[in-house]
């Protein structure tokens, strides 16, 4: 394997730092002193459509897109240096259209979505013009396992009805979000994997209700929220279906794929950027006669995060490029692995960075205390740590089953 970048994404990561150095790091704040002028879930901060249009004529825009004549054509492995550089400020990913679960959605779209699918919804997405949600976990149902999802789309002549609730939609609250993509049961009688279906629901249809915003330690993430939402007799045409019946997990895992590696590339960006404030305070302070950074328990801390986030790094590249060269589905394990490793190695970096800072590390005058916040969701969010090593284990007991198949269930 060979993770040299090519001359092109060499390129764009350097316009990338560029832009961040120029636009995204002076603007952080900005956009948090805009955010709290007004109501923080009916208006989007206005710095934030001046940042995405200087991204769009600087090019760096629909970075993640692959295989769309409206992205940038870069593989799965040209993708991670970029997305990681986004992963070092929480507004930067949505500068560059490159957010989550836009991008998801977008993905889904662009696969398996009809030319009027795409018309309708895609192209906005892709243009920056909407923003959407995706709605699959379930308050009632262990999520962890999708096949306990009770939400139902039922076929009703032309149209499907569905009734359910679904809580944790990110980016529901948003005023700018317009369409959700549910997942839901269509056929309690199918095979176990052939039950449930995706389907487009405008946010505007009648029986639509957002109950409520769900905080994350505390932290609202406005405009763009994490919603509890009551569907009820929801009633959408037919043709809103996406690919057809029963094709829900098969969606949901082409979909989860680059967005778990997605969530792992900026989570290295954010682990980077926590090490550089770490470096930077240490060097700053004295404590009992020298410099923190003299001390050596805070050299063992450094060391150690730069040895994780290698690590990790080295890991997420490796997943990347068998994702290009052997499919996702070949790459499940890479896949998971990464998904626990990344996470997991992040909140190690930063909970050091705190505590380099001391006080300041838990308040609003740094960043770490929300990096930590959002990063801790990972460990759950497209399926918790245990469900992704329960797949590793299985894989790799596979790889010594014996002909009986004791190791197969």
């Known amino acids: 394997m060979n993770f040299e970048y090519s001359h092109k994404v060499k390129d764009l990561q350097k316009k990338l730092n560029t832009f961040m150095k120029d636009y995204i790091y002076p603007n952080e704040a900005v956009y948090e002193s805009q955010l709290n002028q007004q109501d923080r879930f009916a208006d989007v901060p206005p710095i934030m459509e001046e940042l995405k249009g200087k991204a769009k004529e600087a090019g760096l825009w629909n970075l993640f897109l692959p295989d769309s004549e409206r992205g940038a054509g870069l593989s799965n492995l040209d993708y991670a240096p970029l997305c990681e550089i986004m992963g070092r400020s929480s507004i930067a990913p949505e500068v560059f259209n490159c957010a989550a679960p836009d991008t998801g959605n977008m993905e889904v779209l662009e696969r398996y979505g009809t030319k009027e699918q795409k018309e309708q919804w895609l192209r906005p997405l892709l243009d920056g013009e909407i923003r959407s949600c995706f709605s699959m976990t379930e308050p009632d149902a262990a999520s962890s396992d999708a096949t306990n999802i009770q939400t139902s789309i039922e ?132 404590t009992f006669g020298k410099k923190l950074a003299d001390q050596g328990v805070i050299r063992e801390w450094i060391a150690d995060s730069r040895i994780e986030i290698e690590q990790a790094r080295l890991l997420t590249l490796k997943a990347a490029h068998m994702m290009d060269t052997i499919g996702n589905k070949e790459a499940k394990a890479e896949i998971a692995m990464i998904k626990v490793v990344a996470p997991n190695m992040a909140l190690k970096v930063i909970d050091r960075a705190i505590q380099a800072f001391g006080a300041a590390g838990v308040s609003q005058d740094t960043i770490l205390a929300s990096q930590w916040a959002n990063i801790r969701t990972l460990r759950l969010a497209d399926g918790p740590d245990e469900v992704h090593r329960r797949a590793v284990a299985k894989y790799e007991l596979k790889k010594t089953q014996d002909r009986s198949g004791e190791y197969a269930r």
């Open 155 to 286: 076929r009703v002549g032309d149209e499907y009805v569905i009734n359910g609730t679904k809580w944790w939609s990110s980016g529901a609250g948003d005023p700018r979000c317009k369409i959700s993509i549910v997942m839901g049961k269509n056929d309690p009688d199918a095979p176990k994997y052939d039950q449930q279906s995706m389907i487009l629901v405008p946010l505007d249809t009648r029986g639509v209700t957002i109950k409520r915003t769900l905080p994350v330690f505390g932290y609202d993430h406005a405009p763009h929220g994490h919603a509890e939402i009551e569907f009820t007799d929801v009633r959408v045409p037919a043709s809103n279906l996406i690919w057809g019946e029963g094709k829900g997990f098969a969606i949901a895992q082409g979909r989860l794929g680059p967005g778990r590696i997605h969530h792992c590339m900026r989570t290295i960006g954010a682990a980077e950027r926590a090490l550089e404030e770490m470096c930077k305070r240490v060097q700053e302070r004295e």
